[in-house]
C-alpha cells in the first residue's frame, strides 16, 4: 500500500474518505465525507472491542454519538455499563444512559442519536461522574496514537472538559476500518489521543501515546463556539465561581 503521509489532518480526512469509498467499505449514513464514517464490520469491531480488559472491567464509559460506535453502544448496554454520552455537536451537554432503566427490548433503540434522547438523563455538566474509559469516534488514526475526528473538536473538548472538572486521565479507545489507519499527519497539543485501536480483524495497543489535554483551551474558542455549545458557557461560568 502507498505510505499514507499527509501534510495535514484535512489531507488525511480526505484520503480515508475517498478510499472508503473506493473500496466499497462504507456504510449508512452516506455520503461518508464530513462525519466520524461508518463502516463495514463495525459490528465486529465493537464485539472486539467490548471484550478488551479496560471495556470488561468498565463500569462506565464515555461513548461518542456516531454511527460506527451504535452497536457498541448497544452491546455495552446489555452488559449493564453506564454510558454517558454527548448531544451531538454538544449542542445539548451530556446524556446518561443507565442500563438497569433502560428495558432490554429498547436497548438497541437507546442506543441510537433518537433513542437516546429518549431514554438518556440530561446532566448537568458540574454533575458529571468520572468515566473508566472513554470511546472516540476516528477518521483518521496513526499507530503511534494519534487521532483526528471530523474537524471540529468535539472529541478534544469533551475530554479535557472533563479533566477541567476534576476527572483523572483515562484511556481512549476507537474502533476504525483498517483503511482509517494512515500512517502520519501532524497533531496539535489539543488532541486527543488513543491507546487502543480495534478493527475488526485487529486490536492495537499503544503503550506510549501522545499527551492528552488536561484542559479546555479557551482562546482558541469563538465567542460562536461557545454560544453553540452553552456546556463550554456553563462550565466557564462554574470555572469561575
Not at 6 to 26: E, I, M, N, Y
Request: glycine share 6%.
Amino acid at each position: 500500500m502507498t505510505a499514507s503521509r499527509f501534510p495535514d489532518k484535512d489531507s488525511a480526512r480526505a484520503w480515508v474518505w475517498q478510499r472508503l469509498r473506493d473500496a466499497h467499505a462504507a456504510a449508512f449514513p452516506f455520503p461518508v465525507e464530513g462525519r466520524i464514517p461508518n463502516f463495514v464490520g463495525s459490528t465486529d469491531a465493537a464485539k472486539r472491542m467490548l471484550e478488551h480488559p479496560l471495556v470488561q472491567s468498565a463500569r462506565r464509559l464515555k461513548v461518542n454519538p456516531d454511527s460506527p460506535q451504535r452497536r457498541f453502544r448497544e452491546l455495552a448496554l446489555a452488559l449493564g455499563i453506564e454510558l454517558i454520552l454527548p448531544t451531538p455537536r454538544l449542542a445539548g451537554g451530556f446524556r446518561r444512559l443507565d442500563a438497569t432503566r433502560i428495558p432490554r427490548e429498547h436497548q438497541a433503540e437507546a442506543a441510537t442519536i433518537d433513542g437516546a434522547a429518549r431514554w438518556g438523563e440530561l446532566i448537568a455538566v458540574t454533575d458529571l461522574p468520572a468515566v473508566d474509559a472513554v470511546i472516540a469516534g476516528s477518521v483518521a488514526v496513526t499507530r503511534d496514537g494519534r487521532r483526528c475526528g471530523k474537524g471540529h473538536g468535539y472529541g478534544d473538548l469533551e475530554y479535557a472538559l472533563l479533566r477541567m472538572l476534576g476527572h483523572p486521565a483515562v484511556p481512549v479507545l476507537t474502533s476504525v476500518h483498517p483503511l482509517q489507519i494512515v500512517d502520519d499527519f501532524p497533531g496539535d497539543r489539543h488532541d486527543l489521543p488513543v491507546s487502543v485501536i480495534v478493527t475488526p480483524e485487529e486490536t492495537i495497543e499503544i503503550p506510549d501515546p501522545p499527551p492528552a489535554p488536561t484542559g479546555i483551551e479557551w482562546s482558541l474558542l469563538s465567542a460562536d463556539d461557545l454560544a453553540a455549545m452553552p456546556v463550554l458557557a456553563e462550565l466557564r461560568a462554574a470555572m469561575q465561581h
